[in-house]
């Protein structure tokens, strides 16, 4: 198991540094701290694992490049989630959901695909569908111990991140008896302004007809509840949310035991407006109102417990379960239509690692750590309904075409892993230490995908002069649980969304440190084996319905430590790194949709990367650091949607373009001035890489039955999700004396692509997006605390724009961002929450 010890010493230690970030604490650290992996950190030397002062001495004592947030830094955050905590780290960027709050995190520029996520150095399956990413939004940030970010992979690291690694280190057992418990309550303020709109998620049949009579069953309405149709309007309860944590050790203070929880409900909403392609015959562009309407509830458990042997063997069990519900109405009112989705998705994660650390020898010369693991991801949404309606001559009655449809979807990622570990320590001749280190890994997956939609017809016999057929709401129906249906028989399960896929991790790796004087220097190789899979449940004949892929990647890696002056690093790093295809793009699906038509590729190869950094770190004072670094990274075979052209007809699939570039420039400060604490980061990033486009252009020949035809270019853009500035600044008042914490955030993105066109000059922008968020915590005697946290206090609207192009310039009446056209505004409202905590 991968796993990271740090030894230092202090050898003065000011009373009360614990309490006090602005304390002017000069740390000596042990001239030659053991530092193996990024995994686990053990830190000898007292409680301070999870303050301000142990995050920079992690950073400080880290083989490559490394940021940290503490537990301390978490906590007095006005974020509740650790996708919403990581935005504030440089170098990251966040990709927001459907309510505004951060899902994924985006490292350097590089896409969610490029980057894993650990749980105690542990990779941990998916809950998506198609992909591999994790939602970090499923994590409560309080059992947090702290959250590291790995920027250049080590030997003993999975090579899949050439993004990074964020590692997930949850709360341990405390060394004495504590006790925390908080409560809060809150608000969402885009429903001071309007309704909130529910339905009744209990009511839904979580598996299909198919799946309970088999696939042969000719479906009937008596199969389909309708209790979950009824739409339920009026005002929007209060959030809450609540937690606590109970450890301490047993037996000689031999066995330790943490037990935590975290469970929230709270109810969101934004509000967007999207806006047509062009203008109408009034001069004026066509806008579509939606309103989102959501209750999220998050369930988060932790449960630890570790045995210390002897001070040379200890056992770990860690068990942790992540239960994330999402019941979300959505109306969008168009000119001429009007369009509902009920829908609710339930995702979880559980993972179980046994661990064990050994050393043997004099001075603990030969050391051990195993681990073995257990992952399950699990996503459905089951009964996802959507009704389409036109509004026509004040009359909204359902939409004949586009009907109404019911959709199940589920899917499940299982992970069994082992991973071993081997350290011996030599000491040369001519001085300093030198480790050695090998070990390796293996990890199956297990995959499965299920995917059914049924189409409905409204069944309505009426008189003059209202056609056959047509349900007209308010003569008809009120309410959608009124409304009567036909159904067809059968669903389609011959959608690609139907497989089972494998995938086989077999990894070794050989690494050498080095230490001498103020020198350190890492160097490694790493040797990953893939082989990775996929059945279609349901086989078309002619298609491709099974299909592997195998193939082996050597990953060398150098990091070079130097001791620049007291307590001051320069740091070199270099590793290779790789991105394997997502598990639905190797798929050969085919998906025809109004505008174009799109297929997996089976041939789909791996992307390479050699990713270079350079960083200087001064540490001045206990909490406090400055750092100024740049990197580069060199991407082979790159995937992204290209064209492909097979006899008449274009597709659109994932392919590999070539090479591309990304570099840039990082900058962190973290000062503090007494009771006044200032904490800036700045991130740079730019990148290139070349795809193919479709591009419209006049037919030359003019026989021809079409006056138009579609060609392919190449276009030169950022990567997705690449933003080239990126800053955070927050204020942070302390006032130990008096009990008062308190802290103003400000996070800035300038202009990223937020999706990639199929067509030339089409790609989706998002505008620069800023965000003002506060929190504010009072401290009593006898461990009693009230808090309070508010974010978005600008409400500032996420803009989405097309890039301007010679047809929308040509046209008036259309409005505009940064030359281009809007194509969406959203507004997610403030948030509020006031609460109380007690710890003992």
């Given amino acids: 198991m991968q796993r990271f010890l740090v030894i230092f010493g202090l050898l003065f230690f000011q009373q009360g540094f614990a309490q006090s970030v602005g304390d002017s604490v000069d740390i000596l650290y042990a001239e030659n701290p053991r530092t193996e992996s990024l995994a686990e950190v053990v830190i000898v030397g007292g409680e301070v694992r999870n303050t301000e002062f142990s995050a920079r001495n992690i950073e400080r004592n880290a083989v490559s490049v490394v940021n940290v947030m503490s537990a301390k830094a978490i906590e007095l955050s006005p974020d509740l989630t650790v996708a919403n905590v990581i935005q504030r780290m440089s170098g990251v960027t966040i990709e927001r959901n459907s309510s505004g709050d951060g899902q994924y995190a985006i490292l350097r520029g590089m896409d969610k695909r490029f980057n894993y996520t650990l749980v105690n150095g542990v990779k941990i399956p998916s809950p998506d569908n198609k992909n591999r990413f994790v939602p970090l939004d499923i994590f409560p940030s309080e059992l947090l111990d702290r959250l590291e970010v790995t920027k250049a992979l080590t030997a003993d690291m999975e090579g899949d991140g050439i993004g990074g690694a964020v590692n997930?280190?949850?709360?341990?057992?405390?060394?004495?008896?504590?006790?925390?418990?908080?409560?809060?309550?809150?608000?969402?303020?885009?429903?001071?302004?309007?309704?909130?709109?529910?339905?009744?998620?209990?009511?839904?049949n979580r598996q299909s007809p198919n799946e309970l009579y088999g696939l042969k069953y000719e479906a009937q309405m008596k199969n389909f509840s309708t209790a979950n149709l009824h739409l339920n309007e009026g005002r929007a309860p209060l959030n809450y949310a609540g937690g606590f944590s109970a450890g301490g050790r047993l037996f000689g203070q031999r066995l330790g035991v943490l037990l935590a929880g975290s469970y929230s409900d709270t109810y969101r909403g934004n509000s967007s407006d999207v806006y047509g392609a062009t203008s109408g015959a009034d001069g004026t562009q066509s806008i579509t109102r939606r309103y989102f309407s959501n209750e999220q509830s998050r369930l988060g458990t932790h449960l630890k417990l570790d045995y210390r042997f002897s001070p040379r063997h200890k056992l770990m069990w860690y068990n942790a379960y992540m239960d994330f519900r999402n019941a979300q109405v959505r109306e969008e009112n168009g000119e001429k239509t009007q369009n509902y989705r009920l829908r609710w998705n339930h995702q979880t994660i559980f993972n179980s690692t046994l661990k064990g650390s050994h050393a043997f020898l004099r001075n603990d010369k030969l050391r051990a750590d195993w681990s073995l693991a257990y992952g399950d991801a699990f996503n459905e949404t089951p009964d996802n309904v959507q009704i389409a309606m036109i509004v026509l001559n004040n009359l909204t009655k359902i939409d004949q075409n586009n009907s109404t449809t019911r959709r199940w979807e589920h899917n499940s990622d299982r992970d069994k892993a082992a991973y071993g570990n081997v350290h011996y320590d030599i000491a040369p001749a001519f001085g300093g230490t030198l480790t050695l280190s090998t070990g390796g890994m293996f990890r199956n997956k297990q995959r499965g995908s299920y995917f059914n939609e049924y189409r409905f017809t409204p069944m309505y016999d009426t008189k003059p002069p209202v056609s056959q057929h047509e349900a007209i709401r308010g003569i008809d129906w009120n309410n959608f649980d009124e409304i009567k249906y036909g159904v067809a028989a059968f669903g389609n399960l011959s959608d690609p969304l139907n497989y089972d896929a494998t995938e086989d991790i077999g990894a070794g790796y050989f690494s050498g440190k080095f230490i001498f004087r103020k020198w350190q220097v890492t160097a490694g190789i790493r040797a990953e084996h893939t082989q990775q899979g996929y059945d279609l449940k349901f086989p078309t004949e002619g298609a491709q319905n099974s299909g592997q892929q195998d193939y082996t990647d050597w990953l060398p890696s150098l990091h070079v430590k130097y001791g620049v002056h007291r307590n001051a690093n320069l740091r070199f790093s270099y590793a290779r790194a790789i991105n394997r295809p997502s598990f639905f793009e190797i798929v050969p699906y085919n998906m025809i949709y109004e505008d174009y038509k799109e297929k997996g590729n089976p041939n789909l190869q791996h992307t390479v990367a050699d990713n270079f950094d350079l960083r200087y770190e001064f540490f001045p004072k206990a909490s406090e650091q400055m750092m100024l670094g740049v990197f580069y990274k060199k991407i082979k075979n790159p995937i992204e949607t290209g064209i492909e052209t097979s006899g008449q007809d274009v597709y659109y699939m994932p392919k590999n373009f070539g090479d591309a570039s990304n570099y840039g420039l990082e900058a962190d400060v973290i000062k503090y001035f007494g009771w006044l604490g200032v904490k800036v980061n700045y991130t740079f990033t730019h990148s290139a890489i070349t795809t193919e486009k479709a591009e419209l252009v006049a037919n030359p020949n003019r026989d021809a039955e079409t006056n138009t035809i579609i060609i392919n270019v190449n276009q030169t853009r950022p990567l997705y999700g690449q933003a080239a500035h990126v800053v955070n600044a927050a204020l942070l008042f302390r006032d130990a004396k008096r009990g008062w914490d308190a802290q103003i955030a400000y996070s800035y993105t300038s202009n990223r692509l937020a999706a990639v066109s199929h067509?030339?000059?089409?790609?989706?922008?998002?505008?620069?997006?800023?965000?003002?968020?506060?929190?504010?915590?009072?401290?009593?005697?006898?461990g009693l605390a009230v808090f309070a946290k508010a974010s978005n206090l600008l409400d500032t609207p996420m803009i989405q724009y097309v890039h301007a192009n010679k047809s929308d310039n040509a046209q008036a009446g259309i409005e505009r961002k940064n030359g281009g056209r809007v194509d969406r505004k959203e507004y997610y409202g403030q948030n509020i929450l006031i609460g109380v905590k007690f710890k003992l």
Avoid: C
Wanted: charged content about 25%.
């Fill in 759 to 782: 067509y030339l000059d089409q790609d989706l922008w998002q505008a620069g997006y800023s965000r003002v968020d506060v929190s504010i915590e009072k401290s009593f005697k006898m």
């Fill in 168 to 204: 997930l280190v949850m709360k341990d057992a405390p060394e004495r008896w504590q006790f925390n418990v908080n409560l809060s309550t809150g608000y969402n303020a885009q429903f001071f302004g309007r309704d909130y709109q529910s339905f009744k998620p209990s009511a839904i």
